[in-house]
């Protein structure tokens, strides 16, 4: 995939979409919102699905499936990377060296910079065995400043606006690192629901309280909504599924029934990302009501049989 | 988006600790009851414990918290232990409202799956984890591993917790 042709295409589709709005104008050229592009057959899978026993391997294969990680950025460029890892328990949070590989690869492709955009536990990196050997990568890295933007979503149907780390608006390219894990609320957490990373706390909160019915999950519809609306803040330029290892039932934060797929699967569209991805949990897609909405919405294909897959075994 | 007053407001119902009215009683520091490293040959504190008292619980474990505020929380302490080969275990400790919401959030966590286990009042080890209950309180430990050494560690810090709780408040 020829990168500078894919950003300008990317860069055209933003001009189309409009749909966020940076509320702070010193901010509000940097707003980017770039729409899924439609599949084209020259432009190879929509999504790689690796297979094997160790997940660094897998994941490096899987980006170099899905072009390379040229075809997502430049020499030069900082790369924001959310990857869902706040939680200690096995199979809650991305395996260290997943995470590990993308970085190592961004390092590779001459990235400027690399922001953590939500910060990892304690002892992340130190499961994986590779953090000593990588020790200079994980010095490159820079973590979350902590700061909030507010951000308008005129395209929103339940969440209007939300306060997101502004780190992700000083990155040129975005990436999302998931797991696909058993979520209580949700049934499903993978890429979509991983943008809630980026959120304060009261947005969050806003997520599973805004329609005042008590329960943190009590309106399951709101949350998938506004799960959806957020998604429509930026378009990461890759996203990768962790299916090696994770829950099965007490998601979020486990611990919990673990299940190991072995697989690590690439995207540059996170509907069709989750629509594969939620699979592993036995889940379908139209079960999880955050990827249909988020479908609607025109953010990616969920139907298996218009998601173009790649599948091999390393 | 609605006021946050009435987020707010809707917040503060949701949680039990609010709303339910009781009479305060004293506390002991939840960090009394973690085990001793001088009882745990090899294993140290890994970092600071921390700590968690209603809403704040939602900021430490997301999602997770939903079940344990429903059920009536109170506050809870989350240390993990290291031993000298870089092996961890987390210990997680809820105190509940009352020994009733304990019994209600061990069901959940534990439900009828898992090897009986004599720790406190009730208890239930899994594959890498372990969930018990004495009082108002509900523990989970866990691993990264199913090694025997690791299960029998999880097994010995559990107990070394229960002892260190009253049976009640």
């Known amino acids: ?314 | 988006m609605i006021p946050s007053i009435l987020l707010f407001g809707s917040i503060v119902s949701f949680f039990p600790i609010f709303s339910q009215a009781e009479e305060p009683r004293a506390k002991e520091s939840l960090l009394s009851l973690l085990p001793l490293e001088s009882d745990l040959k090899g294993w140290k504190l890994d970092g600071e414990p921390q700590t968690a008292e209603g809403i704040r619980l939602f900021e430490l474990i997301n999602g997770g918290a939903e079940e344990y505020v429903k059920e009536g929380f109170s506050r809870a302490v989350m240390a993990t232990y290291r031993n000298n080969e870089g092996k961890r275990i987390n210990l997680d400790l809820y105190e509940m409202l009352s020994p009733e919401s304990a019994k209600r959030i061990h069901r959940k966590k534990a439900g009828d799956k898992g090897q009986k286990v004599s720790v406190g009042e009730e208890a239930a080890m899994e594959d890498y984890y372990l969930n018990f209950r004495k009082g108002v309180y509900q523990v989970t430990l866990s691993g990264y591993d199913t090694q025997r050494e690791t299960l029998e560690w999880l097994l010995r810090m559990a107990r070394l917790v229960a002892e260190r709780m009253s049976a009640s408040p």
């Open chain 1, 1 to 314: 995939m020829d990168h500078i042709t894919r950003r300008s295409f990317l860069k055209r589709a933003a001009c189309l979409g409009g749909g966020v709005l940076l509320s702070q104008s010193p901010l509000s050229g940097l707003a980017q919102n770039r729409l899924q592009a439609p599949p084209a057959p020259e432009m190879g899978p929509d999504l790689v699905a690796v297979k094997g026993k160790d997940p660094y391997v897998n994941t490096l294969r899987a980006i170099q499936e899905l072009g390379g990680i040229e075809a997502f950025m430049r020499r030069g460029d900082r790369v924001g990377i959310l990857v869902n890892s706040p939680f200690k328990n096995i199979g809650a949070s991305v395996n260290p060296d997943v995470a590990l590989a993308v970085i190592e690869k961004c390092l590779e492709g001459g990235a400027k910079e690399i922001r953590y955009l939500k910060d990892p536990h304690r002892g992340y990196w130190e499961r994986s065995l590779k953090s000593g050997e990588l020790a200079t990568v994980l010095k490159a890295l820079k973590y979350e400043t902590g700061d909030h933007v507010k951000v308008e979503i005129p395209g929103g149907l339940s969440l209007k606006d939300a306060r997101v780390t502004k780190d992700l608006w000083d990155c040129d390219v975005f990436i999302n690192i998931s797991i696909a894990k058993h979520h209580g609320g949700v049934l499903y957490s993978g890429a979509l629901k991983n943008m809630m990373g980026l959120c304060a706390f009261t947005t969050n909160s806003y997520f599973h309280l805004g329609t005042l019915k008590l329960g943190w999950y009590a309106d399951l519809d709101h949350l998938a909504q506004c799960i959806a609306d957020l998604n429509l803040i930026r378009k990461p330029d890759l996203c990768i599924s962790d299916a090696t290892a994770f829950i099965t039932e007490n998601g979020p934060y486990g611990p919990g029934k673990l299940a190991s797929a072995e697989t690590v699967v690439t995207s540059t569209n996170r509907v069709s990302l989750d629509a594969f991805c939620c699979r592993f949990l036995g889940l379908q897609p139209e079960e999880v009501l955050m990827i249909g909405k988020a479908a609607r919405h025109g953010l990616g294909e969920m139907k298996h049989d218009r998601i173009r897959i790649k599948s091999l075994s390393v």
